[in-house]
C-alpha cells in the first residue's frame, strides 16, 4: 500500500456507493474504501465490466482480507427510475449509505461547430442531470446525520477549455449543485467536490491527451510536473469522508498539482524557476 496518515480502519462499519465506480478514478476510491474497512457498492453501464471490477474491490476489502462486502449493480445515470432502483437495492443488501460519489462522466474533445445538439446534451445528461439524479435519489436511503457527498467535478467548471464546452458547462453544473445542495441539506449531510487534476492511466486522459504532442502541452501547464495519481483522489475522498473533514461542506477540493492556479508552462522558461 502506498503511505497514508489515514488509520487502517477508518472506514470500517461505513456503507459507500459509488457511481460510475467501475473503471478509472471511481474504481480508485472504491478499492480505497474496501481497504479501509467501508463496504462498498459500484455502479456503470457496462455489466461484464462492473462485475470484473467488483472483483478488484472485494479483493481490496479489509487490507486485502476480503472481509468487507463488495456488490454491483448496472444501470444508465441519466435514467432517474433505474438509478434510484439500483440504490435501494444496494441499500437493501449494505445498509443506509454514509457516502455517496457521483462520478459517473462522459467526454470527447470536439469543438462546438463539431457538436450535434445531441452530442452537448449526451455530456450534460450523464455528468450533471446524472449528478442531480444520484444525490436527488439517495437522501432518503442515507445514513442521517453524518453522511458525505462527493462529486467528481474538472478544472473545466472554472475555466473554460476550447473543444470542452459540453464538459465545462456540465462540471460548472455540478459544482453550483454541489454548493445549492450544501446550504439545503446541512447540517445532517455534507456535500463537496473533488476536481482531478490530470490522473495518470485514466480513460479521461486518453480521450482529453490523446497524442504526445497534447499529453506535453497538459503537462507543461501542472505546477507540480507529474500526473496525479488514482490514488491521491481517493485520499481526498477519505479526507472529506471521514472526521477529518468533518467542518468541510459546499467546497470543491482542488487535487491537480496546482493546474487550477494558473498557467504553469507561461513561466517554464527552463531557467530554474521550480
Ligand atoms: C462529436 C460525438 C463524438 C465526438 C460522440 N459524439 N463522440 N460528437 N465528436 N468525438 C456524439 C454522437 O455522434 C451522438 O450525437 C452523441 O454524441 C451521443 O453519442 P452516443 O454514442 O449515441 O452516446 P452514448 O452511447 O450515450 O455515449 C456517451 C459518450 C461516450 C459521452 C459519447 O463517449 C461515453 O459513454 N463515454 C463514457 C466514458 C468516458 O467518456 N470517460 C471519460 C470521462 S473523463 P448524434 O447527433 O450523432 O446522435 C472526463 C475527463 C475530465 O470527463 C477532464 C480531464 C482533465
Ligand atoms: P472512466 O474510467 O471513463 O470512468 C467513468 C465511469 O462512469 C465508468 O465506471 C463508467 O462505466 C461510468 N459511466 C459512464 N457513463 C455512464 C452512464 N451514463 N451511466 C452510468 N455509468 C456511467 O473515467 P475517469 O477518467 O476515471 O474519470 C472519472 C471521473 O473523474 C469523471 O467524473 C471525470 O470527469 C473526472 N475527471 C477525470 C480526470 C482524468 O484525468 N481522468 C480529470 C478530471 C476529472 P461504463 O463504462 O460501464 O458506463
Not at 442515507?142 to 475555466?159: D, K, V
Not at 445549492?180 to 463537496?192: F, I, K, M, Q, S
Not at 479521461?204 to 491521491?232: N, S
Request: glycine residues 12%.
Amino acid at each position: 500500500m502506498t503511505d497514508s496518515p489515514f488509520r487502517s480502519d477508518v472506514l470500517a462499519g461505513k456503507v459507500a456507493f459509488i457511481a460510475g465506480g467501475t473503471s478509472g478514478i471511481n474504481l480508485g476510491i472504491a478499492k480505497r474504501f474496501a481497504e479501509l474497512g467501508a463496504n462498498v457498492g459500484i455502479l456503470g453501464r457496462n455489466p461484464e465490466k462492473a462485475a470484473a471490477a467488483c472483483a478488484e474491490v472485494a479483493a481490496a476489502s479489509g487490507q486485502g482480507d476480503g472481509s468487507g462486502k463488495a456488490v454491483y449493480r448496472t444501470a444508465d445515470v441519466r435514467d432517474y427510475g433505474a438509478i434510484r432502483t439500483a440504490m435501494e437495492e444496494v441499500r437493501g443488501e449494505l445498509g443506509a449509505f454514509d457516502i455517496v460519489i457521483s462520478g459517473a462522466a462522459g467526454n470527447f474533445l470536439s469543438p462546438v461547430l463539431g457538436m450535434s445538439a445531441n452530442a452537448f446534451r449526451a455530456v450534460v445528461d450523464i455528468d450533471l442531470i446524472g449528478t442531480f439524479n444520484v444525490f436527488r435519489g439517495c437522501h432518503d436511503l442515507l445514513n442521517l446525520p453524518g453522511a458525505s457527498l462527493i462529486a467528481i467535478t474538472a478544472g473545466q467548471a472554472e475555466h473554460a477549455m476550447a473543444m470542452q464546452a459540453h464538459a465545462c458547462a456540465a462540471k460548472a453544473g455540478i459544482n453550483q449543485l454541489i454548493r445549492t445542495l450544501a446550504l439545503e441539506w446541512g447540517p445532517d449531510v455534507r456535500v463537496n467536490g473533488i476536481s482531478p487534476g490530470p490522473i495518470a492511466d485514466t480513460e479521461g486522459m486518453a480521450r482529453l491527451a490523446p497524442d504526445e504532442t497534447t499529453r506535453a502541452a497538459h503537462y507543461a501547464r501542472i505546477a507540480m510536473k507529474r500526473w496525479g495519481t488514482c490514488f491521491e483522489i481517493a485520499e481526498a475522498a477519505v479526507y472529506l469522508s471521514t472526521s477529518a473533514g468533518s467542518y468541510v461542506t459546499g467546497a470543491i477540493l482542488d487535487v491537480d498539482g496546482g493546474s487550477s492556479v494558473g498557467d504553469a508552462s507561461r513561466l517554464d522558461t527552463g531557467k530554474g524557476l521550480a
